[in-house]
């Protein structure tokens, strides 16, 4: 039984550019959340997605954006990137109960 | 305003002892808790939980205690082993498929 997947493991970037993460959930998991981890920081929640909508949100700017596909699975796209925005993406996959199970993550720099 | 806080940002410990990381939270409406374990290059790995409506609850090694009078819990690992060293993080959720809000972290170092 796989676990959560994603992809790339690790990514750069410059300045004003566009990225796209991608995820897969673990299976039997119709539910996917977003999180960005900056060095030191524990995750901090960008967004939620079930049933291809985005359920909740955290508080991110529009430049990040997300869709879920009919299988589950899930991206996240970031527009404009700032160096800010360099951190490990993680993303989290649940079935309905409270636990979140999480893949190893995206690690982007943005340069 | 940070919720969830973990406020050792380390712990250092002989094999074989017992391990207690503490966590604080100022959220009333935390229903739920969750003890995550990090290695480095991996995402965080689901280690145990705890309802509001309990007081303890174990997994082997692994026990979580919950004062909710106090706003606090801790995780006590016994006995230590030099394989959890990692960094541990605290999360907390609120009723209703509500996001994880995480503490930064408490990195614990095994020393065998």
């Known amino acids: 039984d796989a676990g959560v997947t994603q992809s790339p493991t690790h990514l750069i970037k410059t300045r004003g550019q566009q990225v796209t993460l991608r995820c897969s959930p673990k299976s039997g998991h119709d539910t996917v959340s977003w999180y960005q981890q900056a060095l030191g920081q524990g995750p901090q929640f960008i967004f939620q997605?079930?049933?291809?909508?985005?359920?909740q949100r955290g508080n991110f700017p529009d430049r990040f954006s997300g869709h879920q596909f009919p299988n589950y699975s899930s991206e996240l796209n970031v527009n404009a990137l700032l160096l800010g925005d360099s951190a490990l993406y993680l993303c989290?996959?649940?079935?309905?109960?409270?636990?979140?199970?999480f893949g190893p993550g995206t690690r982007l720099t943005v340069l | 305003d940070q919720q969830v806080k973990q406020n050792s940002p380390s712990l250092s410990v002989q094999e074989g002892r017992i391990s207690i990381l503490n966590c604080d939270y100022t959220n009333s409406m935390f229903d739920y808790f969750l003890w995550y374990k990090k290695y480095p290059a991996e995402g965080p790995t689901f280690l145990i939980s705890i309802s509001s409506i309990k007081d303890k609850n174990e997994d082997g090694r692994f026990t979580v205690f919950l004062n909710k009078s106090a706003k606090h819990l801790s995780l006590h690992i016994v006995p230590s082993q030099p394989g959890d060293s990692a960094v541990y993080f605290c999360?907390?959720?609120?009723?209703?498929?509500?996001?994880?809000?995480f503490g930064k972290g408490t990195r614990l170092s095994v020393i065998a």
């Open positions: 989290a996959s649940s079935g309905g109960g409270p636990e979140q199970f």
């Open positions: 999360a907390a959720s609120s009723p209703g498929n509500t996001p994880l809000v």
């Open positions: 997605y079930y049933e291809e909508e985005e359920r």
